[in-house]
């Protein structure tokens, strides 16, 4: 298995509050992702990285933002978490861009 | 952008019996394709991929076939085991850097004993 973790693995938050999820590598893969995962909706993105300090945003990143310091770490904030986040949320790392490697997710109830 | 169409959502089967899964998308450059199965409580796992110079792939009793022309890829597990019942998810990438997959909205398998 691919060495990618992910805390904290659940979380229940109230609204309003800032909340950030962690995503950890140990693969030195240079793209990761943010993508959470709702019923009837399959995997969406939130936001990419393409390198450090390079990010981009997904097809649903609003309310939502993302760091890259080092190669290792792409951290999720909900800058003030709404009810509409709650949801699991995955971090996936790829090496090239083809495939992908998901961690464990992060299960997010906001209250 | 790329879409992709994924059928059936749900699909139920008896153990020993064959499951097919389609996928359809509409970008004719994309060149990458992959299937992830997603077990409760998991994070998705490639399966089995395919690039678009190659039609058709297999490994033990999964397989994989792509057709250009029709724009669709699916997936083809045989002598399904109670194991197998999962969520899968397929995807598409784009040509030359894209490095953005799309994905389906997935297929619940359930393979009943």
């Known amino acids: 298995d691919a060495g990618i973790t992910q805390s904290p693995r659940h979380k229940v938050t109230e609204t309003g509050t800032p909340v950030t999820l962690r995503c950890h590598q140990t693969?030195?893969?240079?793209?990761m992702y943010w993508y959470r995962q709702d019923p009837g909706h399959g995997l969406r993105l939130i936001h990419y990285?393409?390198?450090?300090?390079?990010?981009d945003k997904g097809e649903v990143s609003d309310g939502y933002s993302v760091s890259r310091s080092k190669t290792e770490d792409f951290l999720l904030t909900l800058e003030s978490a709404t009810s509409s986040q709650t949801s699991v949320y995955f971090c996936?790392?790829?090496?090239?861009?083809?495939?992908?490697?998901f961690g464990p997710g992060t299960r997010l109830t906001v209250l | 952008g790329e879409n992709v169409e994924q059928h059936p959502s749900t699909l139920s089967v008896q153990e020993g019996d064959s499951a097919v899964i389609k996928c359809t998308y509409s970008?004719?450059?994309?060149?990458?394709f992959p299937w992830y199965k997603q077990e409760l409580g998991k994070g998705p796992q490639l399966i089995i991929d395919?690039?678009?110079?190659?039609g058709e792939k297999k490994d033990q009793r999964i397989a994989v076939t792509l057709n250009k022309t029709a724009k669709h890829f699916s997936l083809h597990i045989t002598e399904t085991q109670p194991e197998d019942s999962a969520v899968y998810f397929c995807a598409a990438r784009g040509p030359g850097g894209s490095y953005i997959p799309t994905f389906g909205r997935g297929t619940s398998l359930i393979v009943h004993p």
């Open positions: 395919i690039r678009s110079n190659v």
């Open positions: 970008d004719s450059a994309s060149n990458y």
């Open positions: 693969e030195n893969h240079r793209y």
């Open positions: 996936a790392i790829s090496e090239s861009g083809d495939t992908q490697y």
């Open positions: 990285s393409y390198g450090v300090k390079d990010t």
